[in-house]
């Protein structure tokens, strides 16, 4: 039996499994993904490394190879998984890491137009003099 979703307001009429994106939804596809690239490179890398289908089929080199393409696509499909998911909209907001680089450029521009007109105010003119 799995553990209750730690989200219950996404949980599906009480039965304390989330009503959609639980465990089993998001696990499975990147993992069958991740079997059939393995099994494919497996099996590609255990007839190459034993000379074609004539000679015996190097099965360690096989289970290797099927070991590295499984483990490497898995963790390329789940940076990529998480590099799509959109962040809330409460982390655009604030001040410090949160603001967007653009705003504070525009700031700290009109910061120094303003000092800079203030400075040709102090000299009683366009300055050149």
Wanted: net charge positive; hydrophobic share 40%.
């Amino acid at each position: 039996m799995s553990a209750p979703s730690p989200r219950p307001s996404a949980d599906r009429a009480g039965s304390g499994r989330p009503a959609r994106g639980g465990l089993r939804t998001t696990v499975k596809g990147p993992l069958v993904f991740s079997a059939v690239l393995g099994l494919i490179g497996g099996v590609i890398a255990g007839i190459t490394a034993s000379g074609g289908t004539q000679n015996p089929l190097r099965v360690d080199i096989a289970l290797i190879a099927f070991g590295v393409f499984f483990m490497t696509s898995l963790v390329v499909v789940a940076m990529l998984q998480l590099a799509a998911r959109e962040n809330p909209d409460h982390l655009s907001q604030g001040s410090g890491v949160n603001r967007s680089s653009e705003e504070m450029f525009r700031k700290a521009a009109a910061e120094r137009r303003a000092q800079a007109a203030a400075e040709r105010r102090e000299q009683g003119g366009t300055g050149g003099d």
